[in-house]
Nanobody, 127 residues
Framework: QVQLAESGGGLVQAGGSLRLSCAAS????????MAWFRQAPGKEREFVAV????????SYADSVKGRFTISRDNAKNAVALQMNSLKPEDTAVYYC????????????????????WGQGTQVTVSS
């Protein structure tokens, strides 16, 4: 059974930092592209960042580029999202997602293109 478990969310002041982690189990982790999405109250879920199966390539939403960094450790079946210079508009539930694409380094940013999801972790940035 595939499981994705996020952790690391919390309350932080604007300008601060948080590091989110996602632990994966029940899948061949190195065969999956991993992504982070977020959903703010009353809004649709949106793409944040993605990292290819090998970890050699990443892509980011324009709204977080230069502030967030996605990384992965295939030996530990884990993906992380380092979030710096946080803004109140970053407040959302953050979700880890996985897409099976072994050897494929194309970036997918659509919600419907991922079929494995975690339960989410709340990030709240106060002004």
């Amino acid at each position: 059974q595939v499981q994705l478990a996020e952790s690391g969310g919390g309350l932080v002041q604007a300008g601060g930092s948080l590091r989110l982690s996602c632990a994966a189990s029940g899948l061949t982790f190195s065969s999956y592209a991993m992504a982070w999405f977020r959903q703010a109250p009353g809004k649709e879920r949106e793409f944040v960042a993605v990292i290819t199966w090998s970890g050699t390539s990443t892509s980011y939403a324009d709204s977080v580029k230069g502030r967030f960094t996605i990384s992965r450790d295939n030996a530990k079946n884990a993906v992380a999202l380092q979030m710096n210079s946080l803004k109140p508009e970053d407040t959302a539930v953050y979700y880890c997602a996985a897409r099976y694409q072994p050897g494929d380094s194309y970036f997918y940013s659509g919600v419907r293109e991922y079929n494995r999801w975690g339960q989410g972790t709340q990030v709240t940035v106060s002004s």
